[in-house]
């Protein structure tokens, strides 16, 4: 063996190979995080178009929560493709989450369902103005609860099938449908606005129940599927590009109903069953 085969400090070129395996590794890491980043970025824009205030800015900002919603997505996807799920990238999701999910949705509610009505001076928008700051708050918390408990519980009994509550991107999904749907119009009735911060109550009561969601984790998106549903999925996607606006609200308003409804169709069914024939 001659000098130049051998290391400096006395080692040969074998051990350094775990070294570099543990580089690839962590670097196979960035791809959930840039996903997680770029969720967060969504919220943060969203905030920011929020403040500004205009009608296209609120349709803006509604879009942006949609966008982080598909990265959110994605980050968790690819985290369990490549085997790179680790508690700092789900702490870190969940942190990137009450931006994207909480604050912004939150922000956006206020903006276009209160903060009209407040500029006209009319003699309950005081009112009406607390009780937003109020409601806003409380879905804040709702979120922030909520993730807290998915981080300690997991999903609800029985699998993966199943959220125990309704998932934050769906409630802000909700909230950002409705904007969008409106084109960024913000509400000018008062009881328009009442409802609408109703909405948010039970948005975030969803968010903190137990009621069951379906998570969708199941689908065999990795396996083949049969030609109708690749055709299905085609149409699902032109929808959503050239009917946005109604598309998304339909898809939000069906998942935010059919927790519920689920629901009630299980308990009438344990009732109907627990009779004495």
């Known amino acids: 063996m001659e000098f130049n ?6 080692h040969d ?14 670097g196979v890491y960035i791809l959930p995080s840039a996903c997680t980043v770029a969720n967060m970025l969504c919220g943060y824009y969203a905030i920011l178009a929020t403040l500004d205030g205009k009608i296209t800015d609120l349709d803006n900002a509604a879009c942006a929560v949609g966008v982080a919603y598909l990265f959110d997505a994605m980050d968790g996807r690819i985290a369990r493709a490549m085997h790179t799920e680790s508690a700092f990238g789900r702490e870190f999701d969940s942190l990137a989450d009450v931006v994207s999910f909480g604050m912004a949705p939150a922000f956006l509610a206020y903006a276009w369902g209160v903060r009209a009505i407040a500029a006209a001076n009319a003699p309950e928008a005081l009112h009406l103005t607390q009780l937003g700051w109020l409601i806003g708050f409380f879905y804040v918390a709702c979120c922030a ?3 807290a408990r998915f981080n300690i519980q997991g999903m609800a009994p029985g699998g993966n099938r199943y959220f125990a509550g309704m998932p934050t991107p769906a409630a802000a999904g909700m909230i950002a449908a409705t904007v969008h749907f409106c084109h960024g119009h913000p509400i000018e009735d008062f009881r328009a606005s009442v409802a609408w911060l109703a909405l948010l109550v039970v948005l975030g009561i969803l968010m903190s129940s137990s009621l069951r969601f379906f998570s969708f ?11 109708l549903a690749v055709i ?3 149409l699902l996607f032109g929808a959503v590009v050239y009917f946005s606006h109604l598309t998304l609200l339909l898809f939000t308003a069906g998942y935010t109903a ?3 409804v689920m629901q009630l169709v299980r308990t009438v069914r344990h009732r109907l069953a627990s009779r004495p024939a």
């Open 5 to 10: 085969d051998i290391d400096p400090i006395g």
């Open 13 to 26: 070129e074998e051990p350094r190979r775990p070294f570099r395996n543990h580089r690839l590794r962590r």
């Open 145 to 147: 609860w909520r993730l």
């Open 217 to 227: 984790k199941d689908v065999p998106l990795t396996r083949r599927q049969p030609s």
């Open 232 to 234: 299905l999925v085609a």
């Open 258 to 260: 059919h927790g519920p």
